[in-house]
């Protein structure tokens, strides 16, 4: 959105006029006059977000400011670079004139634009009040599927035991959560219809709720159960009375189809009688939130997607009219394209509709089968153009429902290719990097960053694949028509968020590719650097290839020219051969990663990235040498690898604040004087002698430390090499609650090792022969993989410790809640 964009390029200019002052010298003045501009500009862009009638009237000039920030930032970053080469190769350049005429003539113009749209939406605000209501795009009550139901048996089983169960004390309240598409609607049906709801309740009410939720008219539809009279002359409060009454005694079930906030959730409950325990109630929400709010004390139903068997049924249902009644000819094909409908009702029945316009035509079994081949081949692009049933409306919904600065993020999902399992740390700093996250009072860019992805998962947008025993969300999922959704959404008659690159046939032109802010390429990549692209506009380069490719240097080389303006470089899915030397020349790089297998030195010359926040190297090398100054790359946040990173000797750089991520540090780099520039660190690893930082008192000022994982490198095979010693009293920062050990055959610890640890992770300690028990005072989460039976048989005697204290105290001592996770083969 206009917002994070303008956001972005108000934080960049910010920190060039405190920290990079040298370079924006005789320019310092344009500068804070152009962050002056900026800042009042972000101001009409947070005052107008906040406006009803906001939404239509003031997208066009978002559209236009976020163009204007674009062509503001190209030439800001194109100005810096040159600048930075002017000191080899003595071009002066005159910056102040650049940015004075970047103020005059795009700048300034477009405040006065903006200014006086949000003086339209103000007056059209006042013109409204007291008089109607703008229009707002409401949709249907969706179409309940009566016939045909596939699956969900088990789902239904469960819900109707909480339904029926006779035990509730008041009012309760069930909820069934679920993505656009996946059966929520047909599922609560399927109960509120079936014969034995019937029976035990008498008064059964449905009510569509929707996201434009008019309290009234709900109140009314209710009171249509109980009289035939008008009552729509009565105020909503006494209507919420006569609701109150007629349901407060006696047995009812009420159902509330598609809630989308608590808040509509809230006007709903006040006027139901609680105190009735034989009624209930059952809310469909695509937000978890919702049920969470609704009834605190059950956990919501998480709705699961269809299995292939079921939804194969379900296409034959949709198709054939029952099952098993298809060509043996059409099986296979058939049994494919369900496969493809990725578990989503909705997509199995829109895809069914496709194919029996194929199968209803009087054609030869052959024909057919071509015609269906021809669906497969793209079955989540039929699902979005079939018409009449346009899948990605629904989507849209959440989608107008998300608040403007969680919205970038979501479209940035397409980015991914199709079923890619994506590492959540690598989207949440993917999406620091590119400007979408804002800073906020309180927290920190990664901290809000995960904020707004545990809001998309609440909102089923995205899927978990993965969490660790902690609950932390590790891989995620994009259903394959939400990616559609994004795709068509990130375009440049959108957004210009991002585009897609597929090269066949010389499509895209190259002139096209010109205009994308972001390239994502998955596919026929040297066929696209072979057209040996100039002068693109592109700030990020992704590349998401399934299988990793060799790249040869000389590629970098046409990246680096051709995208000299780079922020983002994801680049994982190569395989270079040496360091790319060219990479340090995108100076405006702020998110790099490098896959090298044999990579085991970082040039002194990646120190001018000087914009670097995230740095992730990928090598099968034990050891990394870093010989350039981290600690004058001040912008820096993260350094990911898993080789043993080596520092310079002399390293007197004034950075380090920003730094959150060390990962992973030989322990001989672990001193006192490392940690006193890194005090914020939050994520620690070391690999190497761990006895030698077992030996250091170098932690206690890293007050911010959270989770250290220490690696024993197993080249060290002395038995005083592989031993874990009890660290001193208070060497550990207080904040430490997860600890990860690998490659260890002898462990020493006391009861105040480790005084605030939650979670202990242990992987590789085969000849491991026992686990401290003296760590079971504040553990409350234990995971162990790939260790010896001797230290599972003390996981396990430290789980019934933890249970015993749980029963003694009746829970106080937390033991009821502690988890252990024992990997397959340790027992």
């Known amino acids: 959105m206009a917002d994070a964009a303008v956001g972005f390029l108000l934080d960049s200019v910010t920190e060039l006029l405190k920290s990079y002052v040298s370079l924006i010298s005789s320019a310092e003045d344009e500068f804070k006059n152009l962050r002056k501009d900026l800042a009042m500009l972000k101001g009409y862009l947070q005052d107008a977000a906040k406006e009803p009638q906001k939404k239509e009237s003031f997208r066009e000039v978002e559209r236009q400011i976020r163009d204007v920030v674009y062509y503001a930032e190209d030439t800001i970053d194109t100005c810096l670079t040159e600048r930075s080469r002017s000191k080899i190769l003595k071009i002066g350049i005159s910056l102040a004139k650049q940015v004075k005429a970047l103020r005059e003539d795009k700048v300034i113009p477009m405040l006065e634009t903006a200014r006086k749209a949000f003086v339209d939406i103000q007056r059209a605000e006042g013109s409204n009040k007291g008089g109607e209501q703008p229009l707002v795009k409401q949709r249907k009550a969706p179409s309940i599927r009566k016939d045909n139901v596939v699956g969900f048996e088990d789902e239904e089983k469960t819900l109707m035991g909480y339904l029926l169960d006779d035990q509730a004390e008041e ?274 860019l990664e901290e809000s960053a995960e904020e707004i992805l545990n809001e998309l998962i609440s909102r089923n947008l995205v899927m978990v694949d993965k969490t660790n025993l902690s609950g932390d969300v590790k891989i995620i999922r994009v259903h394959d028509v939400i990616r559609e959704f994004c795709k068509s959404r990130a375009g440049v008659k ?85 360091f790319p030397a060219k990479v340090t020349k995108l100076i405006h790089l702020r998110y790099i990663t490098l896959s090298c297998d044999e990579l085991n030195v970082l040039p002194k010359t990646i ?113 005083t090499e592989n031993v874990l010693r009890s660290f001193q009293r208070n060497s550990f920062p207080k904040k430490l609650r997860r600890l990860t050990i690998s490659d260890f055959i002898f462990w020493e610890a006391s009861h105040d090792s480790f005084p605030s640890l939650r979670c202990l992770v242990l992987k590789n300690c085969q000849q491991l022969r026992r686990i401290p028990l003296e760590l079971e005072k504040s553990l409350q989460l234990l995971d162990i993989e790939r260790v010896g039976k001797s230290a599972a048989a003390s996981a396990r005697e430290i789980e019934k410790i933890k249970k015993d204290k749980a029963t003694q105290t009746k829970g106080r001592c937390g033991g009821a809640g502690f988890k252990l996770e024992v990997a397959p083969g340790c027992e």
């Not at 990725?342 to 199995?348: E, V």
């Not at 190297?617 to 790359?633: C, E, G, N, P, Y």
């Not at 520039?677 to 070391?686: D, E, Q, T, W, Y």
């Open 494 to 578: 959108e957004h210009n968020l991002f585009e897609e690159i597929i090269m066949s046939n010389d499509y895209p032109p190259i002139s096209d590719i010109q205009m994308y802010r972001r390239i994502c390429i998955h596919s026929h990549l040297p066929t696209f650097l072979s057209k040996k692209p100039k002068d693109l506009r592109a700030r990020s380069f992704l590349c998401f290839y399934k299988e990793p490719i060799d790249l040869p240097a000389t590629y970098i080389s046409t990246i680096s020219d051709a995208c000299s303006l780079l922020r983002v470089f994801e680049s994982k899915s190569f395989k270079f051969h040496q």
């Open 607 to 719: 120190s001018e990235l000087w914009n670097l926040q995230t740095l992730v190297v990928d090598t099968k090398s034990r050891t990394l040498t870093i010989k350039a100054s981290l600690w004058k790359m001040i912008q820096l946040r993260h350094v990911k690898t898993k080789a043993s990173i080596i520092l310079p000797v002399q390293d007197e750089g004034r950075g380090g604040d920003n730094l959150q991520t060390l990962s992973r540090l030989s322990p001989e780099e672990c001193t006192k004087n490392i940690f006193n520039k890194a005090r914020n660190l939050k994520i620690l690893g070391v690999r190497g002698k761990i006895d030698l930082f077992c030996s250091a008192k170098s932690l206690e000022n890293v007050e911010s430390l959270e989770n250290l994982k220490l690696v024993n490198d197993s080249y060290y095979d002395s038995a």
């Open 171 to 444: 009012l309760d309240v069930i909820s069934i959560i679920g993505m656009p598409g996946l059966g929520k609607t047909t599922l609560a049906w399927k109960i509120f219809d079936g014969p034995d709801i019937r029976y035990e309740f008498p008064t059964r009410i449905w009510i569509y709720v929707s996201q434009v939720f008019n309290k009234k008219d709900v109140f009314l539809n209710i009171m249509k159960r109980f009289t035939g009279n008008d009552m729509s002359y009565l105020s909503e409060q006494e209507l919420a009375g006569a609701v109150s009454e007629s349901l407060k005694n006696g047995k009812f079930l009420l159902v509330l189809d598609d809630v989308w906030t608590p808040e509509a959730w809230n006007e709903i409950r006040n006027a139901l009688p609680t105190n009735n325990s034989l009624g209930r109630v059952l809310i469909t929400s695509r937000e978890k939130k919702v049920g969470l709010h609704a009834n605190p004390h059950r956990e919501p139903h998480m709705l699961r997607f269809l299995t292939e068997e079921e939804s194969w049924k379900l296409l034959q249902y949709e198709v054939f009219g029952r099952l098993d009644s298809y060509p043996p000819q059409l099986e296979e094909i058939g049994q494919y394209i369900a496969k493809q409908c990725d578990g989503l009702p909705l997509a199995a029945v829109i895809i069914g509709g496709i194919l029996t316009d194929q199968f209803s035509r009087p054609r030869a079994v052959s024909v057919i089968k071509e015609a269906w081949t021809k669906v497969s081949e793209n079955v989540s692009r039929q699902v979005k153009d079939y018409k009449g049933q346009n899948i990605l409306e629904i989507v849209e919904m959440s989608y107008d429902n998300l608040p403007d600065e969680f919205r970038d993020c979501f479209i940035y999902l397409g980015v991914f290719p199709e079923d890619y399992m994506i590492p959540a740390w690598t989207l949440t700093h993917l999406w620091i990097s590119e400007g979408f996250i804002q800073r906020r009072e309180g927290l920190s």
